[in-house]
């Protein structure tokens, strides 16, 4: 069965998102329901994500410095700069801008690593850089947006909600994850508890993507006009860093393994993670965990393309 889901599971993750749309639409009083199970989904997940790491390992990836600074410099320094350039027309409307930059700027942790790994990426060097990326976004992310959208996003009442997110998205996921990794090493039992969440990673994506999408269509649907402003700066950020991505490629002499990888987690955005975030923004910007799902439907139809896609251009 595992085997089975792991071959299939970009189709099985469009399938869950399907089964979020209609649910979604059809019952619309499940929205505030999933809506909380976004967290411990998210949780969950990011310990199954976590737990995949060969922590033991992380030393030897930190010393590819190719690598780790070719994925910084695209996700930290090139990519806020094509952000601020892109969102430019969506100045006018705040709740579009702030939340086009609340998912824009932030690298994904999650799924990117199983469509590079479809795409023939290495999987692994993106594993390694995880905890890096998670780490370093939330502390650069109140920063930009004080840069690009002015300090009233970020108050200095409101960073409660990125020091939870640090905690239950970061923190807990990663010592849980770290532990279990440590007792396995002792304990049959908890070696297989680990094999278990290993077989569940492809579920857990289906029910976190199931729910977020539920908890929000309905009133994407609602808002539908003002959204589409988004789609054509989504679309645009994913081209351009797809072409930023090869470019810094070369100079760096990557590998095509490598490329494929930093070419995903250039265009992947961690909109998961990012959505409580934004949903614990003031009433003013209740479009903006909107914009969040609209770039996560633009941006999994892109993934299912670059799959079959980019092993092609990168051989």
Not at 96 to 107: D, E, H, I, R
Not at 177 to 202: C, F, N, P, Y
Not at 242 to 259: F, K, Y
Request: aromatic share 8%; with cysteine.
């Amino acid at each position: 069965m595992r085997g089975w889901m792991e071959r299939w599971q970009v189709a099985l993750y469009v399938l869950s998102i399907a089964a979020g749309v209609l649910v979604g639409l059809a019952f619309p009083g499940l929205a505030h329901p999933a809506q909380l199970a976004i967290t411990p989904c998210l949780m969950a997940l990011l310990y199954a994500t976590f737990l995949a790491i060969p922590f033991a390992k992380v030393t030897q990836a930190f010393r590819d410095w190719r690598f780790l600074a070719a994925i910084l410099v695209l996700n930290f320094g090139v990519g806020p700069a094509v952000v601020w350039l892109l969102t430019r027309p969506l100045a006018h409307d705040q709740a579009l801008l702030v939340g086009a930059l609340f998912v824009l700027l932030c690298p994904c942790v999650d799924y990117v690593i199983v469509f590079a790994g479809l795409a023939g990426g290495d999987s692994k060097r993106l594993l390694a850089a995880t905890p890096l990326l998670m780490g370093l976004q939330m502390l650069i992310l109140p920063l930009y947006l004080r840069l690009f959208a002015g300090g009233g996003v970020v108050g200095a009442g409101e960073f409660g909600p990125f020091l939870e997110a640090f905690v239950l998205f970061i923190a807990v996921p990663l010592a849980a994850a770290i532990l279990t990794q440590g007792s396995a090493k002792r304990s049959k039992s908890a070696s297989d508890w680990e094999e278990t969440v290993a077989a569940a990673m492809v579920p857990l994506m289906m029910a976190t993507l199931a729910v977020v999408v539920a908890s929000q269509i309905d009133k994407v649907s609602a808002q539908s006009g003002r959204l589409w402003a988004v789609v054509p700066v989504f679309v645009s950020f994913a081209v351009v860093m797809l072409l930023v991505a090869l470019a810094v490629s070369r100079v760096s002499r990557m590998d095509s393994a490598g490329t494929r990888a930093l070419a995903f987690s250039a265009i992947t955005r961690n909109s998961l993670v990012v959505l409580p975030l934004v949903l614990s923004l003031p009433a003013e910007f209740a479009l903006a965990p909107l914009v969040v799902v609209t770039q996560t439907l633009v941006e999994l139809v892109l993934m299912v393309i670059l799959v079959r896609a980019l092993p092609r251009w990168v051989k």
